[in-house]
């Protein structure tokens, strides 16, 4: 009984020296890209929430960075 | 969709700054940041002055994220390197592991505080919602969530400054590459390859002294 009542003291005074974890919280999990935004910003042409509608709106969107795709 | 990036083509930089201005009214940057600049080198030297737009470049192995002590980068899926300022400590270790100075601190205050890290979020915002209200307030603009891309590259008028999926812009710029079909006369080749620079390249005149 003395030797269950030491097992059990000794647990519960070791508790003290556990150390809780001092990891810095990392950042919050941000909204993807493509989900889009309720603004009235949004670029029209695609639909925002679908995430292959967005990428290929960007993939087009770049290409008007290409001056050889131009006629003029 | 690969990894978002900029590449600034050297040969058509005008250094019109046109990019930097974009940038601090798109997301109101406070006076004192500079999220993009231009750099200049060899000023004034005939034929080997050459202008780059540089920002955060949202590296791969980002250095900041590396030394932050408080963890608050973070990477989209995109490859946009962004942080969170509420997490921030604005102990400027990111400043010093930067090798482009991207990471910008606002210094207003009585004393000079030095505040929050702000730097070019590839015009991606932040944590917050997307679009919100806190967003812009703290990160400026969230173009990528509205379609676009950001607002320095859109609006280059020689489109010297591209930005976009790695793949797509390095298509355009390999492509102008082939259309010029310079090679050892391109600017920075002998930096890189040992060449000697180009030919019609001279420095400028003494100042005459009075």
Redesign the interface.
């Known amino acids: 009984m003395i030797r269950i009542a030491a097992v059990f003291l000794s647990v519960l005074f070791l508790v003290a020296c556990g150390e809780k974890a001092q990891t810095a919280s990392s950042s919050q999990p941000d909204a993807k890209a493509w989900e889009g935004t309720a603004n009235v910003h949004t670029a029209k042409g695609y639909t925002p929430g679908q995430k292959a509608a967005w990428e290929n709106q960007l993939r087009a969107r770049a290409q008007t960075q290409n001056e050889y795709l131009k006629v003029n | 969709?690969g990894r978002m990036k900029f590449i600034c083509d050297a040969e058509r930089c005008i250094e019109c700054n046109g990019c930097v201005t974009a940038c601090k009214n798109e997301h109101e940057v406070p006076w004192g940041v500079n999220r993009r600049r231009v750099v200049t080198i060899n000023d004034g030297v005939i034929g080997q002055e050459k202008s780059m737009s540089v920002a955060c470049m949202h590296c791969s192995d980002a250095p900041c994220m590396a030394v932050c002590?408080?963890?608050?980068?973070?990477r989209?899926?995109?490859g946009v390197v962004?942080?969170?300022k509420?997490?921030c400590i604005g102990c400027g270790y990111c400043s010093y592991a930067c090798p482009f100075g991207a990471p910008q601190f606002p210094a207003n205050g009585t004393f000079g505080l030095r505040g929050k890290m702000d730097k070019c979020t590839f015009c991606?915002g932040?944590?917050e919602?997307?679009?919100s209200q806190a967003e812009f307030e703290k990160y400026g603009?969230?173009r990528?969530?509205?379609?676009?891309?950001p607002a320095c590259?859109?609006q280059?008028s020689t489109?010297a400054l591209?930005?976009?999926?790695g793949d797509?812009?390095a298509d355009?710029f390999r492509?102008?590459v082939v259309?010029r079909g310079n090679g050892s006369e391109v600017w920075g080749w002998g930096t890189a390859y040992g060449q000697p620079p180009h030919p019609d390249a001279k420095a400028p005149e003494a100042e005459k002294k009075s």
């Open positions: 969709m002590p408080v963890d608050c980068f973070y989209t899926d995109e962004l942080h969170d509420d997490v991606a932040g944590p919602e997307n679009g603009r969230n990528l969530s509205e379609g676009k891309l590259a859109e280059c489109k591209l930005a976009g999926d797509v812009i355009i492509t102008r259309r």
